[in-house]
């Protein structure tokens, strides 16, 4: 199916934005949904809403086959060896603190090593801060190469014997960088690590295979990837989950309350106090269909195509620069020499055109690349070349509009 028709499966995409057919390149921040997610929801409220677990009446059990269901289908999805070892979370930042506040705070100590890179998401970062601080762990970074990539060897020489942790997203969400995790976490386990990857920009652009990159851990959200927002995963090898504590209690994660102690459920439902998120999981599930219908190879091959015309477009534009490497994932962060990102964003909106503009949660790249914002671009499986084309045709817009400072 092509992007066209894809496209058709969007009911939000068919819709005029100031005047102008809406043209949106901001999946990174979040992607749209199709109508058979939509209807998923709207199913689980009409037919199916009530709560999980606990009761035996007919509307109990379907909704529990249908949230259940959705685990089985994650763990299909990123080809995980049990459905125990995919815990719903409310998205990548819930499950990347998880990991931080249960294994982190209680696995590290004085003289142990966190290493992370410059280039990651904000939700990537803190949260080892924090366990830094109340550890006394030392934070380090992967220095970057000039492109904003990694290089192996910069890997091999951050992590050291006294590493106990690696965080790293597996696409970065400013540069596209599409980071070699299988090989680092190679590195990692060498030296006695474990592995952590940020999967939010990974999981819906290519095909994941936790086994095969052997990561000790694999956090994603489902409103990147065509589901519903609130809702996300954290995958984890079974051993290092078993041995770790919750970090919320209450009802559905416990197996007997007495007086003055307690005693947890078994994976994955120690994890998930309170009433879970039932319909997000079952958006999720329907998104994971309809991504696997598509097919993420297909929509790996035509992003990169897309990004590949993108760019050679987007460098006919005089004044542009172009942040990131040659070959990266489906989006192309960018600014007009003397506007201001906001401004940018703003013209292009005017014109129907949504992009993102400002830091991306990423200050310290922002740093790096010694700028306060930028413009970017994100593409998806229902973006097409006359898309990238109405982007260009904006920016050369921008630039009149702001022609005084060229």
């Known amino acids: 199916m092509d992007a066209k028709s894809i496209r058709q499966l969007f009911p939000i995409l068919d819709q005029e934005v100031n005047g102008?057919?809406?043209?949106?390149?901001?999946?990174?921040?979040?992607?749209?949904?199709?109508?058979?997610?939509?209807?998923a929801?709207?199913?689980?409220?009409?037919?199916?809403?009530?709560?999980?677990h606990r009761g035996v009446h007919t509307l109990g059990t379907r909704a529990t086959d249908k949230y259940e269901g959705a685990r089985e289908k994650v763990r299909r999805f990123i080809n995980a060896k049990s459905e125990k070892q995919v815990i719903f979370t409310r998205g990548t930042t819930t499950a990347i603190n998880t990991v931080a506040h249960s294994y982190g705070r209680s696995n590290l100590s004085e003289g142990d090593e966190i290493v992370i890179t410059p280039m990651e998401h904000h939700s990537n970062i803190i949260p080892w801060q924090q366990v830094a601080k109340v550890t006394g762990a030392t934070l380090k970074y992967i220095p970057l190469q000039a492109d904003g990539t990694i290089s192996l060897d910069d890997v091999r020489e951050t992590i050291t014997?006294?590493?106990?942790?690696?965080?790293?997203?597996?696409?970065?969400?400013?540069?596209?960088?599409?980071?070699?995790?299988?090989?680092?976490?190679?590195?990692?386990?060498?030296?006695?690590?474990?592995?952590?990857?940020?999967?939010?920009?990974?999981?819906?652009?290519?095909k994941v295979d936790v086994q095969d990159l052997d990561c000790d851990f694999y956090a994603f959200s489902a409103h990147k990837m065509c589901g519903p927002t609130g809702i996300g995963v954290l995958y984890g090898k079974r051993e290092l989950l078993e041995a770790m504590e919750p970090v919320e209690f209450g009802g559905e994660m416990i197996d007997f309350v007495h007086l003055y102690e307690s005693t947890w459920k078994e994976l994955p439902w120690k994890f998930e106090g309170g009433t879970?998120?039932?319909?997000?999981?079952?958006?999720?599930?329907?998104?994971?269909?309809?991504?696997?219908?598509?097919?993420?190879?297909e929509i790996e091959e035509h992003e990169s195509k897309l990004v590949e015309y993108a760019l050679k477009q987007l460098r006919t534009i005089d004044g542009i620069d172009i942040y990131g490497p040659e070959k990266r994932a489906g989006l192309i962060t960018f600014n007009l020499d003397s506007v201001h990102p906001h401004d940018t964003a703003t013209v292009l909106d005017a014109e129907g055109i949504a992009v993102r503009a400002g830091h991306h949660c990423a200050q310290p790249l922002m740093k790096w690349l010694d700028v306060t914002a930028t413009a970017r671009a994100s593409f998806y499986l229902y973006n097409t070349e006359e898309d990238v084309d109405r982007l260009v045709a904006g920016l050369n817009k921008t630039k009149e509009y702001f022609g005084d400072v060229f």
């Open 41 to 52: 929801l709207n199913d689980y409220y009409k037919f199916d809403n009530s709560n999980v």
């Open 161 to 206: 014997d006294k590493t106990k942790m690696v965080a790293m997203m597996h696409v970065s969400n400013v540069l596209g960088t599409i980071n070699p995790v299988k090989e680092v976490a190679a590195i990692a386990h060498e030296q006695g690590a474990v592995m952590l990857v940020d999967g939010a920009q990974g999981v819906p652009h290519m």
């Open 276 to 297: 879970p998120i039932i319909a997000g999981a079952i958006g999720l599930g329907a998104a994971i269909d309809f991504l696997t219908e598509i097919g993420l190879d």
């Open 20 to 39: 102008n057919p809406l043209v949106y390149l901001d999946s990174s921040a979040t992607s749209q949904k199709p109508l058979s997610v939509i209807q």
